[in-house]
């Protein structure tokens, strides 16, 4: 199953590079990743997508936990929780086909950032699976570049993850 | 407080840390390091004759002692030299702080001479690493990395040090911080009562229980409780490579070492178990053979380790007690004390006698050989008795070691020192050096073999300038013995590079020519005498050379892939 762990950690000098490393040396797989500091520039949050069976993200868990780095990590995928991703996508628009873009891209909450006479590059927003829809959704029209940050989440409701 | 350079602030830490001894090797980027000690006298410094020497001789001063190692090395050759020692600490949980020199931070990323990417190189195999940034950081950095390397499950951690930091021209204010707090950190104190509480009834409801006890059992000081607990039980209990010692092997309540090498009671007992109470000890598959779902079909798990991870890795614990092995071994002692259904006594007596039964079989027997010839067996046996069972024994990797665990019985803690989780060949000698350091009156002795002592045979130079009088057991067998006993049993007896034609030295002469003594023992009618002889000479390094028959092969052994009772007991006999 796919999860999407989400991981406070020290914003420190090697702290990634600690928290990659332990995928490749036990095998796991990190399928997508985003990081960056949080409001205290001290801490970064890391949302990690992987896939695994639950004894394996059990230990993928208990191990993250033992890095020295991490101080606290949750599995979102556990609870309720709102996932998005971020995509950037450069799609050959020329004739006719650059209105119908513009409805696929509209039905998608897509946005238009960037124009020339030839191309669109599109802006969306959304869940991992939304962001494939759209791709899926321009069958059809040659894609030239897509951009995506991987997923970042967070849990619904009043629960937080913080110090 | 004192204006001091990043160097002598570095010694001055250690130190304060309690730091005694440390083992290192010189090099450009450490100079300002070593100038530091020289111009002191708290901080003792070993200058060994290869850094991965260094790390093994620190690594065995922290299992003898309980106390941190701590290691000094150069950057570059000096750091990726010490990566083997630094693994083998970290395969076994031991508690070691390396201090590596680095080039100075503004050469860092040029491919300056000797950098090497320490932090990166070692960081699959360290606890933590730190890179020092500023002199004012070294005293906090210090405190960090012991604090790290000693509390939960202990481990190895790296501190990087680029030149310019030790300069000694660039002082700062020092103070040493009494305690560290990280925020990121914080292993368990306890474990969960409850979970104790569920354990217990477990435990005392067993018809045929198993304790099975692990290195975690003496790192974590929890012997005499473990002890306490299986004598107030009366259950029988089997240690691991890593736990022999946690337990008096010359009671009657223990079963041997198990696993791969195990007796044949201790993997039968297992094997047949409804109840196993693993105690610090982690299911490896030396343990648990390839195939864990043959392992104890039978058996509910109860399992205490600090590490939550080595819970329910390979084998589920039905009970997972996640904390240090002493806290949680005395709420357990406290429960069973205060019990007022007692055990299964009846049931218990059943299965004394079925272990009874399995103990009858002597798979540890051995047979004298013709013509005087010397079974490895018998070396250690000899050993043994030589030594009155009270020495602390160090031991290489292969077929001597096994039969040191087997036939050496240890009744104390920390007096079993050997690699088990990463095999490292070579580290007896200078494992050998830690613990003669840190015990200098104590008979320390080194059972290798002639393959694993030639991996670090340079260190008979170290032994000789720090006059340590270790004992070195070779059980000479001319061979790579344990690569060729699994050539013999799974590659038709082809032993494709297990020899060495004619090429092994006199190790005797070659012991004399470092300046120490050297017996060679080739008769089983000489061996406890002469080896009786070489113990005699207290204040020497005597390298002890002892012929024995190549062709023994170490038993029982588990069959791969197969359930923990089927096992290879000679060859000719299998379960
Ligand atoms: C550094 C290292 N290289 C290779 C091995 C693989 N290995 C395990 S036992 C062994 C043979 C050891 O020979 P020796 O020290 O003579 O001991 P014996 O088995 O003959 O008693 C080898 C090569 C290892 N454990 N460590
Ligand atoms: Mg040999």
Redesign the pocket.
């Known amino acids: 199953m796919r999860r999407i762990i989400s991981i406070l950690m020290e914003n420190q000098p090697g702290a990634l590079s600690r928290v990659v490393g332990l995928f490749s040396q036990r095998n796991y797989n990190i399928n997508s990743l985003t990081v960056a500091p949080t409001e205290d520039e001290s801490l970064s949050r890391l949302t990690l997508t992987t896939v695994g069976d639950d004894r394996k993200i059990e230990q993928i868990i208990k191990h993250l936990n033992k890095l020295v780095d991490v101080a606290k990590l949750v599995d979102l995928t556990e609870g309720a929780h709102i996932e998005r991703e971020m995509m950037l996508i450069k799609v050959k628009a020329t004739g006719a086909q650059r209105a119908e873009l513009k409805r696929v891209a509209d039905i998608f909450r897509g946005v238009v950032v960037d124009i020339t006479p030839t191309m669109y590059t599109i802006q969306l927003t959304g869940t991992s699976d939304k962001l494939d829809g759209f791709i899926a959704a321009l069958a059809g029209t040659p894609i030239l570049e897509v951009v995506r940050s991987g997923v970042s989440g967070i849990a619904r409701g009043e629960k937080v993850l913080s110090l | 407080m004192a204006q001091l350079s990043g160097g002598d602030a570095l010694i001055r830490a250690l130190h304060d840390e309690g730091v005694e001894l440390i083992f290192g090797y010189p090099g450009g980027a450490a100079l300002h390091i070593y100038d530091a000690i020289f111009n002191q006298d708290k901080v003792e410094h070993i200058l060994v004759r290869h850094e991965q020497a260094a790390t093994h001789a620190a690594d065995g001063y922290a299992r003898a002692t309980g106390k941190p190692g701590v290691v000094l090395v150069t950057s570059g050759p000096g750091a990726t030299n010490a990566i ?1 020692g630094i693994a083998t600490a970290f395969m076994d949980s031991i508690p070691m702080v390396v201090i590596s020199g680095q080039v100075a931070s503004d050469a860092i990323g040029s491919d300056a001479f000797q950098e090497t990417d320490m932090i990166g190189v070692s960081r699959p195999i360290v606890k933590h690493s730190f890179m020092v940034q500023t002199p004012q950081e070294i005293p906090e950095t210090i405190k960090k990395a012991f604090f790290i390397a000693t509390t939960g499950r202990p481990g190895p951690v790296v501190i990087d040090i680029p030149k310019d930091i030790t300069d000694p021209s660039v002082k700062f204010e020092y103070s040493y911080p009494e305690a560290v707090r990280i925020r990121s950190y914080s292993p368990p104190v306890k474990g969960h009562s409850g979970q104790i509480k569920k354990a217990v009834e477990i435990l005392m409801e067993a018809r045929k229980p198993v304790i099975y006890s692990g290195g975690g059992v003496i790192q974590g000081e929890g012997a005499e409780l473990l002890t306490a607990l299986v004598r107030k039980l009366g259950y029988p209990v089997t240690n691991t490579l890593m736990g022999l010692g946690a337990y008096p092997a010359t009671d009657k309540q223990f079963l041997g070492m198990l696993g791969m090498h195990g007796t044949y009671e201790a993997n039968m007992a297992m094997h047949e178990s409804d109840v196993i109470l693993a105690v610090g000890a982690r299911f490896d598959d030396r343990v648990t053979n390839s195939d864990v779902s043959k392992f104890c079909p039978d058996a509910r798990i109860l399992h205490i380790d600090i590490d939550p991870a080595a819970i329910s890795k390979t084998v589920t614990a039905h009970v997972p007690i996640v904390g240090p092995v002493a806290p949680v071994l005395k709420e357990m002692l406290e429960l069973v004390e205060s019990s007022k259904t007692g055990v299964d006594s009846e049931a218990l007596k059943a299965w004394w006698e079925k272990i009874d039964h399995w103990r009858a079989r002597k798979c540890l027997a051995v047979a004298n050989a013709d013509n005087d010839v010397i079974k ?1 067996q018998q070396a250690i046996q000899a050993l043994f008795e030589v030594t009155g069972g009270d020495a602390y024994i160090t031991s ?6 096994m ?1 040191a665990a087997q036939y050496y019985h240890f009744d104390k803690p920390r007096r079993w020192i050997n690699s088990g989780g990463l ?4 580290f007896g000698l200078p494992a050998a050096m830690g613990v003669q350091l840190a015990f200098p009156q104590a008979v320390v002795a080194c059972v ?6 030639q ?1 670090n045979i340079q260190e008979l130079a170290t032994c000789r300038q720090c006059a340590l009088p270790v004992k070195i057991v070779n ?1 000479n ?1 001319k ?7 699994w050539q013999d049993m799974q590659y038709g007896g082809r032993h494709s590079h ?1 020899t060495y034609a004619d090429s092994l030295p006199d190790f005797v002469k070659l012991a004399e020519s470092y300046g120490h003594a050297g017996v060679k023992i080739e008769k089983l009618s000489e061996l406890k005498s002469k080896m009786a002889e070489a113990f005699a000479m207290k204040d020497k390094l005597v390298f002890i050379d002892i012929a024995v028959d190549p062709e023994e092969h170490v038993y029982p052994m588990a069959i791969r892939g197969g359930y923990m009772s089927e096992m290879f007991l000679s060859k000719t006999e299998r379960t």
């Not at chain 2, 290489?396 to 070691?401: P, S």
């Not at chain 2, 095999?423 to 070579?426: D, E, H, K, V, Y």
């Open positions: 083997t490895p290489d990797v292969g077929q001597h070691q039969f095999g490292t060949m070579g290798t073999g002639e393959g694993s002592i991996m059980l067998n061979a790579l013995g344990m690569v060729k006993q297990s």
